[in-house]
């Protein structure tokens, strides 16, 4: 835990209810990843700046390092652990496998996140929208050209 022990709360993660006890400044990745042991999520920066953490809240793409988890309480997250269980992240996850889009793959999980919702919330988003979504998701490794391939096949996927 990334925090003393302080409140308990409820939160709905991968479509099922889990009680958790945290402290009240805790973020949600900590909690993720140290309590439920859901490791997908990653920590890069823990300042809001690279995208490694992110995850679904109400599918909306969220970071999670920095806003505590307990202002998550009634939100339905979802983590790259459960994002096949959406038909459209499933079909992103797959165009990633397809496109090789990962080297390191730390940024990856968060790129499909972006992907997720950017396609599940926008009907046929363009090159400029594909681009503002993945924007804030920083790749090392420059695997930003194959991320673009994986969104595009799953773009044509979701919307043929
Ligand atoms: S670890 Fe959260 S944005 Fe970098
Ligand atoms: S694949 Fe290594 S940081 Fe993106």
Redesign the pocket.
């Known amino acids: 835990m990334g925090a003393d022990s302080g409140v308990t709360f409820g939160l709905r993660i991968n479509g099922e209810q889990r009680e958790i006890a945290a402290g009240p400044e805790t973020p949600l990745i900590y909690v993720l990843r140290d309590e439920l042991g859901l490791k997908g999520t990653k920590l890069g920066c823990g300042l809001e700046q690279c995208g490694a953490c992110a995850v679904l809240a109400d599918a909306k793409p969220v970071m999670s390092c920095v806003t505590p988890a307990a202002a998550f309480a009634g939100r339905e997250i979802v983590t790259i652990e459960g994002i096949a269980a959406l038909p459209t992240g499933a079909r992103v996850q797959s165009a990633f496998l397809d496109a090789a889009a990962?080297?390191?793959?730390?940024?990856?999980p968060g790129l499909v996140v972006a992907a997720t919702a950017l396609l599940s919330g926008t009907s046929k988003p363009g090159r400029d929208a594909i681009r503002a979504a993945l924007t804030p998701h920083?790749?090392?490794?420059g695997?930003h050209p194959r991320v673009l391939r994986a969104v595009d096949a799953a773009l044509a996927a979701c919307w043929p």
């Open positions: 990962a080297q390191c793959g730390y940024c990856t920083l790749c090392r490794c695997s």
